[in-house]
């Protein structure tokens, strides 16, 4: 065989490789290692412990949990005794509340985040204005659109109820007579309920979505890409997800989510003010007395690095913070003042990127077919999971009586 002939088969050969490689497509599950780090880092399996929250000395208290969980689903905490935290975040709707603002006493302007997970977030609101889960949990008490109450009023409900004055004396100390609690007593008091809430809202963690399960199968050498827990369509989301659609740059980690602020185009309604989010937000954090560097905080080196190294300036007009993409089934409608009604009309606004109205879109226009974003609004459906919390169950095995179950059908 001369040189040429050899060159000429080892071209066919070539050729019919090309041609086969095109006609037999690779199956859409298979994943590249690179690939599979990213589906490992969504995945509930990496989800690190909660971060130490220093500034609140009963956040991992059971008993905090426990008084906190109480106080959550207390309806006395409000002006017309009806009002609780749960009266938004509700534990079927993965404690939202499926309206488009906020309603209680009054109408808020903003729209109800879940708080599954919250306690991973270095910042509290769609704004970020409380650095810390128990300063957050002040502000609605003593919204007049939400609880409507007062610190005063607050303090006078615990010292007044047995029950009550006997959880807040074991974890934070004697109490003095409602009647005769001055102006900085009252303050301490009202930071402590915010403690014990914050105890409580860190129990309330994401449980294993299909997923979740997914990645772990595909990860796994016995299964791999053979998984069926996926249908073609839930994969090519999935692959658009972290690829194409570039929702990893902001979505991202197990809680799927930077827990950082970013303009991405959302308007308000017509006739309203634009809200500009972040920038007021910042300073809001940095000038609260409830904050970490403030004299409420039990963090006894007052390091607080998030306030020290906040990000800040014009870049954050018309930012809000990147929610969790978990649950999302649970959870219209979306966005900070509820202006979608459904999954499809956000990734729609996502397809188009639009220019902001004020500040700058930082997401870019798509381009995706229908098909396409039907494929990615399929992927974001396996991330739903049922909810069930034990609340400090786990924790508080040793406390009689301490062991609250909530599942899906506690509430109908
Ligand atoms: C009237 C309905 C309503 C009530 C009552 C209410 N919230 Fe909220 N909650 C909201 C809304 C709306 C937001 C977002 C507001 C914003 O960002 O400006 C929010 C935000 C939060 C956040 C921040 C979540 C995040 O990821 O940024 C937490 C945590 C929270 N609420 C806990 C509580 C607690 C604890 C209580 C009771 C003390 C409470 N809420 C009472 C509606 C409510
Ligand atoms: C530049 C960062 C960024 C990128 C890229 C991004 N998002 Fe978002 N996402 C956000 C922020 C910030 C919000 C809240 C915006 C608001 O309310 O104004 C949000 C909100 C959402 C919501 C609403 C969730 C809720 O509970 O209200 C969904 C769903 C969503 N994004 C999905 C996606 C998908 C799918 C992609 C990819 C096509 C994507 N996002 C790309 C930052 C981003």
Redesign the pocket.
């Given at each position: 065989m001369n040189r040429n002939r050899i060159v000429l088969l080892a071209l066919t050969g070539a050729v019919v490789l090309a041609v086969l490689g095109n006609v037999l497509p690779k199956p859409v599950s298979a994943w590249s290692e690179a690939e599979l780090e990213i589906l490992r880092s969504l995945s509930l399996d990496s989800l690190p412990a909660l971060p130490a929250a220093p500034s609140n000395a009963v956040a991992d208290d059971p008993r905090a949990a426990i008084f906190g969980g109480k106080l959550f689903f207390d309806g006395r905490l409000s002006a017309n005794g009806t009002i609780s935290c749960a009266t938004c975040h509700q534990p079927i709707r993965r404690f939202t509340d499926g309206l488009q603002k906020a309603q209680a006493i009054g109408t808020t302007d903003r729209h109800t985040p879940s708080i599954v997970g919250a306690a991973y977030s270095p910042w509290q609101f769609?704004d970020g204005r409380s650095d810390s889960l128990w300063s957050q949990a002040l502000a609605p008490l003593e919204d007049d659109r939400e609880h409507a109450f007062s610190r005063g009023k607050a303090a006078a409900l615990i010292a007044g109820d047995p029950d009550y004055r006997d959880a807040y004396v074991a974890l934070f100390g004697p109490m003095p007579d409602s009647s005769i609690l001055d102006g900085p007593q009252i303050d301490t008091v009202f930071a402590n309920l915010g403690k014990a809430i914050a105890a409580f809202e860190r129990t309330l963690l994401p449980t294993e979505s299909r997923f979740d399960r997914y990645v772990r199968t595909v990860l796994s050498p016995e299964v791999g890409e053979q998984s069926s827990l996926f249908s073609d369509d839930e994969i090519r989301g999935l692959r658009l997800?972290i690829g194409a659609?570039?929702?990893t740059?902001?979505?991202n980690g197990a809680l799927l989510t930077n827990h950082e602020f970013?303009n991405?185009g959302?308007i308000s309604f017509p006739g309203e003010t634009p809200d500009k989010g972040r920038v007021v937000g910042v300073r809001e954090a940095m000038a609260n007395p409830f904050n970490c560097r403030g004299s409420f905080s039990d963090d006894p080196h007052r390091r607080c690095d998030e306030l020290e190294f906040a990000r800040t300036g014009v870049t954050l007009i018309g930012a809000?913070?990147?929610?969790s993409?978990r649950n999302?089934e649970n959870?219209a409608p979306?966005?900070?003042k509820g202006q979608f009604a459904t999954?499809s009309e956000?990734?729609q606004h996502?397809n188009i990127a639009a220019d902001s109205m004020i500040g700058h879109n930082?997401?870019k226009p798509?381009g995706l077919s229908s098909r396409q974003l039907q494929q990615?609004e399929a992927f974001?459906g396996t991330l739903s999971a049922p909810f069930a919390s034990s609340i400090a169950c786990e924790a508080a095995k040793n406390l009689p009586g301490a062991c609250i179950e909530m599942a899906d059908n506690d509430f109908p």
């Open positions: 769609w997800f659609a570039n929702c740059q902001c979505h970013h991405t959302v809000f913070k990147t929610p993409l999302l959870t979306f966005m900070h999954l956000v990734l996502y930082e997401a798509l990615l974001l």
